[in-house]
């Protein structure tokens, strides 16, 4: 007669049995996965290795392609802005590097630079928008317009614009000296520019800006260094806005332009500036800028061609 104990045992050898068998079939089966892994790893850890040579090549290929513009660039730009003269105007995040390469070139080609003036963090900080806008009307000289826009960016390019450059029917100053010094007074005390000492109006203007905006409020701070940009081109003979990489991004100054069809129709942009040859364009493209035309150049997306005269993208 079979007992209950009978029954316990029996049922307590089969849960054993089970037990042994998944443990053995767990061990075989991670052996197989660390297996397979370990393959996987060593496959991924030569792709990584191929993929950094490429990039380390790439690189290196960049590297010559801009030590060679920079190479030809005084002799690309040669004699293309002879007697003529440029105000340079430089953001907060403008590379001084990018700018010093720039002056470099406006002299290679044979302009002068007349001064120029940088615009600090605080003319973009939109919790200052209305000091601002106050200022500007506050200093706004006899005879000089300001837009029909109340953004503080086109109003600070209405009046800065005129202060800057000079009449491009007659080729006259559009503000006295006086009242160009008044203007650059308040708004070096309201911490909003630095200017240069005696920077006196040119023809034409580079607006040289850093790459992308970030963090709270980057898209309006964009869009103020933009407005002001395409104002000041409105004021005289024209203007280049250019950028580094990623200024042609939608939080950019060169971005915002490019999306707004009519300020792109006049003003030209180059999102390239932190190299030699996006440097080398923005000369190129300030004389495009005194026969009435405009493009946007550069390698981003929204570019129509790397440079004036170039076959399109």
Do not use: C, W
């Amino acid at each position: 007669m079979i007992s209950l104990r009978y029954h316990v045992i029996s049922i307590a050898a089969v849960f054993l049995a089970l037990a042994v068998g998944v443990v053995l079939g767990s061990t075989t089966l991670s052996r197989t996965l660390l297996s397979g892994l370990n393959n996987e790893n060593s496959e991924l850890g030569t792709q990584v290795a191929e993929l950094e040579d490429q990039r380390n090549a790439l690189n290196a290929r960049l590297g010559d392609a801009d030590a060679f513009a920079a190479t030809i660039g005084p002799a690309a730009v040669k004699g293309s802005l002879a007697q003529r003269t440029v105000v340079l105007v430089t953001t907060a995040d403008a590379r001084p590097s990018d700018r010093d390469s720039l002056k470099g070139l406006v002299t290679n080609a044979g302009a002068t630079v007349t001064g120029e003036l940088q615009l600090t963090d605080a003319f973009a900080d939109q919790s200052r928008a209305d000091e601002l806008k106050d200022i500007v009307t506050r200093l706004l000289p006899a005879g000089v317009q300001l837009p029909t826009v109340t953004d503080p960016g086109s109003l600070a390019g209405g009046l800065l614009g005129p202060l800057m450059l000079i009449n491009k029917a007659d080729n006259k100053p559009q503000v006295t000296p006086e009242e160009s010094a008044a203007v650059l007074a308040g708004l070096t005390d309201g911490g909003f520019v630095k200017a240069s000492p005696e920077l006196k109006p040119a023809q034409l203007a580079i607006i040289l800006t850093g790459g992308a905006a970030s963090g709270d409020g980057a898209g309006d701070r964009a869009a103020t260094f933009a407005r002001f940009a395409a104002q000041v081109d409105r004021s005289g003979a024209g203007a280049v806005l250019a950028g580094s990489a990623g200024s042609a991004n939608g939080t950019g100054a060169v971005g915002v332009i490019r999306a707004d069809t009519a300020a792109s129709s006049i003003l030209s942009t180059v999102d390239n500036a932190d190299t030699s040859a996006g440097r080398i364009v923005t000369i190129l493209a300030l004389g495009e800028q005194l026969e009435g035309k405009a493009g946007r150049y550069g390698n981003a997306g929204n570019a129509q061609a790397p440079a004036p005269g170039a076959p399109a993208e």
